[in-house]
Structures are given as C-alpha cells and as structure tokens.
C-alpha cells in the first residue's frame, strides 16, 4: 500500500485532494502546510505550499500519478511514492475497500 508524497500550491490543493478521493484514486489524501526553499530556473524561490499524503494502492498508484500530473499546475511537480512496509491490517483493508 503506497503513500504518495504530492506538493502543490494553496490554491490547487484542496481540488487536487478532493478530485483523487472523488474519483477514488485515493482513500483518503492529508494536507498540510509548509514552507518551502527550492531553485527553479536558477534561481532561489520561498513559497507557501501544501503536502498532500495520498493513500491508495498499487493497482491504483499509476492512474493517481497520471491524474496529478494532468491537473497539477507545475510544470515538475513533485510526486513521491513511500511503500510501507508495515501498515494495521484494518486500515489496509479499508484503503483497499475505498480505492476501486
């Protein structure tokens, strides 16, 4: 069972994290803010962004990557897949029920 590591700016975040589950592409999708320091195009950006932890399966992993990528509005955006390695065996089967 991935968890997958999204970050988007405020404005497209809530609407990233509603569409996956909407759409089932996750069970559920955690956001939180944060700061971040990046260089893009040589130069130094600060930016208020949000983490989106999105919890799904590995069935669905490919088709929730490819929906990102098609809403997200950075041109890289910044998709990272976590595998647990331990997970309680009710929350898996309730991803599993919520990720069709």
Known sequence: MPTVYVTAPPPAADDL???????RLAACV???TCHSTYRWEGEVHDDD???LLAKTTDERYEELVSRVVELHPYDVP??????????????????????R
């Open 17 to 23: 994290a509603r569409t996956l589950v909407e759409e």
């Open 30 to 32: 955690n956001r939180l």
């Open 49 to 51: 962004e949000v983490v």
């Open 78 to 99: 910044c998709i990272e897949r976590f595998d647990e390695s331990h997970v309680l065996e009710a929350y898996a089967t309730w991803v599993a029920d919520e990720v």
